[in-house]
């Protein structure tokens, strides 16, 4: 980070000197051009003179006296028709320009580069040529050039091991982070502490404890249901170990048969238990499996499903179902609502008395869409009912044989989609009736497009 802070600061600073020295020239050169002017004007002042005195077109006192002009200035004297009359000490013998100017002009003579000024005189037939040698211009651009690189030079040496002292305590904490996680146990997800650390590196100190605590909640969501697992499995594979060995010792072929129909209930159930536990996993906060309200599915389309697949358990005790409304529309994706209306149905199946009766009703409203299974089974007591959604709760007194997760998935898929439940006594005095309530948005019937 220090190495690129730096090599961007030489970068900037490397366009800044050439700024500054294309500015150097342009001015400079452009100050040079105006002295040269005004050399020429007082030069063509004082040769006017001694022509207006002497009526010569050789001014005498400039011809004896005339010393070479500062700063390697030289200039020549010359008539408007081109003929030279006079050249400063050091000046060229060669005319610095042809015509009468006024104006600049550029040239090669005697292997030196010149900067040339004409200048008319209006009183007399006169023209001067002052000129410049370029070399000494670029000298004192060197010079000017010079004094202004070294303190640039030295400003960004300076810059420099400021930006590499900044950057280092700015990354400090950083790195102080980065060697306490380093040394962290594989379990230990507690959050890093950013009350040390730069507004510039803070948000990456909340977003590492944003992406430690999801972690935790993944890893505690994963203990959780291991823990959930071993805990209601240890009692049917017991069992199933059991029926295993009475199958095993059996004598005649009635108690084989009957040892042989009890382990495949016992693993009927077990099958079934842990179908509960994976779907109420994948149902945790956290997971990868999730439902998108704004979808809509047809409940035939799932209800179908759910009564196909829960045919031979009715069959089994002769439940009757009674399906109306499946013509709406349920906010939520197939798989989420097979699991809610599955849940529910299979325990209404498992509750209910033999030739029992459920029902599946769907309504539409104007901003949620109802659903509400009944069944005259034994129902919930009110007491217990506010306990009903609690992992492998069963009512006391049941013996359905459930394995308590059932309402538990119902609730987290209600909580999915935004919506409320309520478990309520049928108007015959017995069963439970599940009203569950799923808002959508009124557009999404508007223009019903089913999944």
């Known amino acids: 980070m220090a190495f690129a802070a730096a090599g961007a600061a030489c970068c900037v600073f490397l366009i800044l000197g050439v700024l500054v020295y ?66 400063s000490p050091g000046a060229p013998r060669t005319a610095l320009a042809s015509g009468e100017g006024p104006g600049y002009s550029n040239l090669i003579l005697d292997g030196r580069d010149w900067r040339v000024y004409s200048l008319r005189s209006n009183a007399t037939p006169l023209v001067i040529h002052i000129a410049e040698p370029l070399e000494h211009r670029d000298a004192l651009l060197s010079r000017m050039l010079r004094a202004v690189a070294l303190p640039l030079l030295f400003a960004l040496v300076l810059l420099t091991v400021l930006i590499g002292i900044v950057t280092e305590r700015a990354f400090r904490p950083v790195r102080r982070i980065a060697a306490e996680l380093a040394g962290r146990g594989a379990n230990d997800l507690s959050a890093v502490n950013t009350a040390e650390m730069p507004v510039e590196t803070h948000a990456l100190g909340v977003a590492l404890n944003g992406l430690l605590s999801r972690h935790a909640q993944v890893l505690a969501r994963e203990r959780r249901f291991t823990a959930d697992a071993a805990h209601e499995l240890r009692t049917p594979l017991a069992a199933l170990r059991a029926q295993a060995q009475v199958a095993a010792r059996a004598t005649t072929p009635v108690e084989t048969r009957n040892a042989l129909e009890k382990l495949q209930a016992n693993i009927q159930r077990t099958t079934h238990l842990m179908s509960q536990l994976l779907s109420l996993a994948r149902l945790e906060p956290g997971s990868s499996f999730h439902s998108d309200s704004a979808q809509l599915t047809e409940a035939r389309r799932v209800v179908d499903l759910v009564l196909e697949d829960l045919a031979q358990a009715a069959r089994e005790k002769h439940v009757r179902f009674t399906v109306s409304g499946c013509e709406q529309l349920l906010p939520g994706s197939p798989e989420v609502l097979y699991l809610l209306i599955r849940n529910l149905l299979e325990n209404s199946v498992r509750h209910v008395s033999e030739r029992g009766r459920v029902a599946l009703d769907v309504n539409r409203r104007a901003r949620s869409v109802v659903l509400k299974i009944s069944d005259d089974g034994p129902g919930i007591p009110i007491e217990e009912r506010s306990r009903a959604f609690e992992r492998f709760y069963r009512v006391p007194g049941s013996a359905s044989g459930g394995s308590g997760l059932g309402l538990s998935i119902v609730g987290r898929v209600v909580e999915l989609l935004a919506g409320e439940i309520e478990l309520s006594t049928a108007v015959t005095g017995t069963g439970l009736v599940v009203t569950i309530t799923l808002p959508v948005v009124s557009a999404q019937f508007d223009g019903r497009t089913a999944a």
């Open 22 to 87: 294309r500015a150097v020239a342009s001015s400079s050169a452009l100050q040079f051009d105006e002295m040269l002017q005004q050399q020429a004007a007082l030069a063509l002042r004082y040769a006017d003179h001694e022509y207006d005195e002497g009526e010569t077109l050789v001014p005498g006192s400039v011809v004896g006296g005339a010393k070479a002009m500062p700063l390697e200035v030289v200039y020549q004297i010359a008539t408007r028709s081109g003929q030279l009359l006079y050249c």
